[in-house]
């Protein structure tokens, strides 16, 4: 059964960290793509934050490209976003998606794990 377990959220002050963690479970890890996405309280839709490949290639949305850092841990089955600078407009569910790509194109349809929710305090 394919799995992913999003972990790491909380509650932070504006300019703070976070780590976010998503296992993965029921699949080959090391071949697959995996995305960061988040949905802000309120909004219907899902925004892309970053995607690595099997080969540690990284992609960054403009808004979060010198803040945040995705990598991946494949004898863990693992994938990490390492946020920094943490604001008030970060607040949102963050989502880890099977999959690439540069957007939320097809996410409907590829197993994404239930969220963790980070909050930011100004």
């Known amino acids: 059964q394919v799995q992913l377990v999003e972990s790491g959220g909380g509650f932070v002050q504006s300019g703070g960290s976070l780590r976010l963690s998503c296992r993965a479970r029921g699949f080959i890890f090391s071949n697959s793509a995996f995305q960061w996405l988040r949905q802000a309280p309120g909004k219907e839709e899902l925004e892309w934050l970053s995607s690595i490949y099997n080969d540690d290639t990284t992609h960054y949305a403009d808004s979060v490209k010198s803040r945040f850092t995705i990598s991946r841990d494949n004898n863990k089955s693992t994938v990490y976003l390492q946020m920094t600078d943490l604001q008030p407009e970060d607040t949102a569910t963050y989502y880890c998606?099977?999959?690439?790509?540069?957007?939320?194109?097809?996410?409907?349809?590829?197993?994404r794990g239930q969220g963790t929710q980070v909050i930011v305090s100004s």
């Open positions: 998606a099977r999959g690439g790509g540069l957007g939320v194109a097809g996410v409907d349809g590829r197993p």
